[in-house]
């Protein structure tokens, strides 16, 4: 029985981790199959209720491998913690079969009773670097957890799980898991949410063209002027990609009234060796237009940083008269 188990763990590695090139590389440089057998140890003297032996001998393991499995947690058959540093399963947590746990994992509890408080992990499961599963929750079998998710919510069979807090993403179309390709749920929602704003913003674009009388010419001037703009910043070209500013969506925001051109242009970073370059351009090509006699250039850290929108009105503050009020 121990050999059959210890030969089907063989295979699992040889199976899953391209690393692997011999039997005898895997039973002496493995530490996540040491740690297995180890526990195999502690848990049976664990359940003859030797509980001080088998919680020393899974201290050893964790000495040995840095890999800390609690000797009551039951471990399935086939079960490969890969690299393993740092993994931590806990007193009442179950993992089936065919599970795959990479290097930082946790199966942890949320509770400080003496009961079911650590998770229940399906068979085929596969577990990235990182990840966290809290509490008395289940993950259905083949159910993916991307690394540096934190699940604290059950997971249904089959499902993607990725982010903090963990939110499932979609199917799992693989068996196995690529971190590279794993979905992102708040990107697609941003999108939707930024999509949904060009919209709004195309439609009281129209209905400020639309105003009758004074105030309505007032609006098609503001909106001329800024197309102006616009059409003008074409002619400006990113050097890195040779793609203008405009197709590139460096020009974040442009409001124009009457002289007064204020730019918002988004850059990945402050200290990016073209910034000056870019500003410089930006500013001349459109003090060239007719009737601009002044052009502010903003240039913001990230299209979604914190500071952008709490300070937005510093922002606007810093160079008065602005046209925003």
């Known amino acids: 029985m121990v050999f059959e188990r210890l ?16 039997t005898f590389e895997i039973l002496c440089c493995y530490p996540g199959l040491h740690a297995v057998i180890l526990h195999r140890l502690a848990h049976a003297l664990w359940v003859r209720h030797l ?10 393991n964790r000495f040995l491998t840095g890999i800390e499995i609690h000797p009551g947690a039951t471990i399935g058959r086939r079960v ?27 199966l942890g509890g949320t509770s400080l009773e003496k009961k ?38 059950p997971v249904p069979a089959g499902a993607t799980v990725v982010g903090v807090p963990g939110r499932i993403a979609g199917r799992c179309p693989l068996p196995g898991v690529d971190h590279g390709d794993l979905p992102d749920p708040m990107l697609r929602v941003v999108s939707r949410l930024l999509d949904r704003q060009a919209r709004l913003e195309e439609q009281i674009r129209d209905l400020e063209l639309a105003v009758p009388g004074l105030a309505g010419e007032e609006h098609r001037a503001v909106h001329a002027l800024e197309d102006r703009v616009r059409d003008a910043l074409r002619d400006v070209m990113d050097p890195e990609v040779g793609i203008d500013v405009i197709d590139l969506g460096l020009i974040k925001e442009i409001r124009a009234k009457d002289s007064r051109v204020e730019i918002d242009m988004v850059l990945t970073t ?37 500071d952008r929108f709490v300070g937005r009105t510093a922002l606007f503050d810093r160079h008065e008269p602005s046209i925003a009020e």
């Open 7 to 22: 030969k089907d763990d063989i295979a699992t590695i040889q199976a899953k981790d391209p690393a692997a090139r011999s």
């Open 80 to 106: 490969f913690i890969d690299h393993g540093m740092g993994v931590v399963i806990g007193e009442t947590a179950e993992v089936g079969d065919d599970v795959l746990i990479y290097m930082g994992a946790v």
């Open 51 to 60: 509980l001080f032996l088998g919680r020393f001998v899974s201290h050893v």
């Open 270 to 306: 402050k200290t990016c060796p073209l910034v000056t370059h870019l500003t410089d351009q930006v500013r001349r090509r459109v003090e060239s237009l007719p009737g601009i006699t002044q052009v502010q250039v903003q240039v913001l850290d990230e299209p979604w940083s914190w």
């Open 116 to 153: 079911k408080r650590h998770p229940t992990i399906g068979n085929g499961v596969v577990i990235g670097s990182g990840a966290s599963v809290l509490g008395p929750i289940t993950v259905g079998d083949g159910a993916r957890i991307g690394a540096g998710s934190v699940v604290v919510r």
